[in-house]
């Protein structure tokens, strides 16, 4: 079973939505809180924080190019993390990545989006968005 497995990846023209399904092993949410999150890498590009959560905290965070059109979102009882994408764009394409960190120090940095905080990432989900 893999630890992060992702769904929900496609095709869409621009403007289009998706929305992305990220399920949790119970192998690795222990009793506290952690951070997960979704980032992504497109044609050329490195990776780039997409957005995130601390379970501990109400926060959500966005990196600047989809603040306003995505939507991160938590469902502890089925352990899956979802991504809603909306307003989609050609440069939106990519691989994406669902992460997550259970080291309790992770709420501190999670709204930098660095990849380098997850410890733990899926094998991806890709997007592509036409025009």
């Known amino acids: 079973q893999e630890q992060l497995a992702e769904s929900g990846g496609g095709s869409v023209e621009a403007g289009g939505s998706l929305r992305l399904s990220c399920e949790v092993s119970p192998d690795i949410i222990r009793d506290g809180d952690y951070c997960m999150g979704w980032f992504r890498q497109g044609p050329g590009n490195g990776r780039e924080g997409v957005a995130a959560?601390?379970?501990?905290?109400?926060?959500?965070y966005y990196g600047a190019s989809v603040k306003g059109r995505f939507t991160i979102s938590h469902d502890d009882a089925k352990r899956t993390l979802y991504l809603q994408m909306t307003s989609l764009r050609p440069e939106d394409t990519g691989m994406y990545y669902c992460?997550?960190?259970?080291?309790?120090?992770?709420?501190?940095?999670?709204?930098?989006?660095?990849?380098?905080?997850?410890?733990?990432w899926g094998q991806g989900t890709r997007v592509t968005v036409s025009s």
């Open positions: 959560i601390y379970t501990g905290g109400p926060g959500k």
């Open positions: 992460v997550a960190d259970v080291r309790p120090t992770c709420g501190l940095v999670v709204s930098q989006l660095q990849s380098a905080d997850f410890r733990r």
